[in-house]
């Protein structure tokens, strides 16, 4: 395991986020944010040229540059063209209004296990690099699986560098906090049931280089499926820092007042882990503590943090979204998906909360970016 010296509490908090006991009854809220809304609608198809499918990755784009436009959402593809698993290799961008392009053929700018198969773990950050994860297959099968890279793209969509070996495993989800020459990637692995976090130098001129990787979390479940390929922990996201006008977006049940905490979907174990001190640790917090379990969750994969605090996520197994406070009520669930068998089943994975917008998600059934709204 990396070690790396502890970084000032100070300089964290100044960072900017890039993307937050168990209830099984629905409780009033007076921040819920899916009562209001009510209606899905559809952005744009992501299925590009090539034939590329099965959306995974999404990601906002936080500034300008190159080739990358402010407000834009990036998609990655899992699948080809032959609907195989673990062999997409596109990376298309989507403006509000709908307009679609291919922002990134990406292929493995240097050593990466297995090649590339494109999944939900993307990052775009503000110095202008987007890194994406590979868990790649040669025939869509678990058979062929192999451990994958991180591919570091630059902002005109070439691909310019890897991150592999050591401790990536199969990254499978991730998000970032991102400052002007530092950014911290929080990864899932979805081979070996890891998180890590990843310390990067970044600039806008020179690729990013890891100063560490470290284990923070370990001990989760996974296993090959056939039809879902691999199964194991998803979804990441950090609580926001506090805002001066309300204090009570960062309080948590969990680590330190004012300290943000990493949430983990436990896919397998149907539930959202916490791990604590997540930007300054330097060991596994195991499989964390429990924010929520049961209820209404069905096999969460993707999830996202409101500003607000509250944690949204989705089901592999009845195309439902679920709100969470920070103390771990689960208080609204709305439907985005129920085709197939079962209804919703497998339709969901990345979504980012908008504020004034709100939710944008890929839809697996409809090779689709949607918007809740």
């Known amino acids: 395991m990396s070690r790396n010296s502890r970084t000032p509490l100070s300089f964290l908090f100044t960072l900017l986020a890039v993307l937050v006991t168990s209830s099984s009854a629905f409780a009033a809220d007076n921040d819920n944010i899916l009562k209001n809304l009510h209606k899905v609608s559809t952005i744009a198809s992501t299925v590009p040229s090539n034939g590329d499918v099965n959306p995974y990755g999404v990601a906002r784009v936080p500034r300008s540059i190159g080739n990358l436009t402010e407000g834009h959402v990036l998609v990655s593809n899992f699948n080809n063209s032959s609907n195989l698993q673990g062999t997409g290799t596109t990376i298309v961008d989507v403006a509000p209004n709908g307009a679609v392009s291919l922002f990134a053929q990406v292929s493995a700018a240097g050593p990466c296990?297995?090649?590339?198969?494109?999944?939900?773990?993307?990052?775009?950050?503000?110095?202008?690099?987007?890194?994406?994860?590979?868990?790649?297959?040669?025939?869509?099968?678990?058979?062929?699986?192999?451990?994958?890279?991180?591919?570091?793209?630059?902002?005109?969509?070439?691909?310019?560098?890897?991150?592999?070996?050591?401790?990536?495993?199969?990254?499978?989800?991730?998000?970032?906090?991102?400052?002007?020459?530092?950014?911290?990637?929080?990864?899932?692995?979805?081979?070996?049931?890891?998180?890590?976090?990843?310390?990067?130098?970044?600039?806008?001129?020179?690729?990013?280089?890891?100063?560490?990787?470290?284990?923070?979390?370990?001990?989760?479940?996974?296993?090959?499926?056939?039809?879902?390929?691999?199964?194991?922990?998803?979804?990441?996201?950090?609580?926001?820092?506090?805002?001066?006008?309300?204090?009570?977006?960062?309080?948590?049940?969990?680590?330190?007042?004012?300290?943000?905490?990493?949430?983990?979907?436990?896919?397998?174990?149907?539930?959202?882990?916490v791990i604590t001190d997540a930007l300054r640790r330097n060991d596994s917090a195991g499989t964390g503590e429990t924010l929520t379990a049961g209820g209404v969750l069905n096999g969460p994969l993707g999830l996202t943090v409101a500003e607000g605090g509250h944690v949204l996520t989705v089901n592999s197994g009845d195309g439902l979204i679920i709100e969470i406070t920070q103390q771990g009520a689960q208080i609204a669930k709305t439907l985005l998906d129920n085709s197939g068998a079962p209804p919703g089943a497998g339709t969901l994975f990345g979504l980012i909360y908008e504020q004034g917008r709100g939710v944008v998600f890929v839809d697996d059934a409809t090779n689709t970016l949607n918007l809740l709204r």
Request: proline content about 6%; glycine content about 12%; some cysteine.
């Open 113 to 273: 296990p297995g090649g590339v198969g494109l999944t939900t773990a993307l990052a775009v950050l503000r110095s202008g690099w987007v890194i994406v994860g590979s868990l790649p297959t040669v025939d869509g099968t678990s058979n062929t699986l192999q451990a994958g890279c991180l591919v570091v793209v630059d902002n005109t969509g070439k691909s310019v560098e890897t991150f592999f070996g050591s401790l990536i495993d199969g990254p499978w989800d991730m998000t970032a906090l991102d400052g002007e020459d530092q950014a911290f990637l929080f990864v899932t692995n979805v081979l070996n049931g890891t998180v890590l976090r990843i310390n990067l130098r970044v600039s806008e001129s020179k690729m990013p280089w890891i100063e560490s990787m470290t284990v923070i979390g370990s001990g989760f479940s996974e296993r090959t499926d056939p039809a879902a390929l691999v199964i194991g922990p998803t979804g990441v996201g950090l609580s926001p820092n506090c805002a001066d006008s309300d204090p009570g977006d960062c309080i948590t049940k969990f680590g330190e007042p004012g300290e943000p905490v990493l949430y983990v979907a436990d896919t397998l174990n149907n539930r959202i882990a």
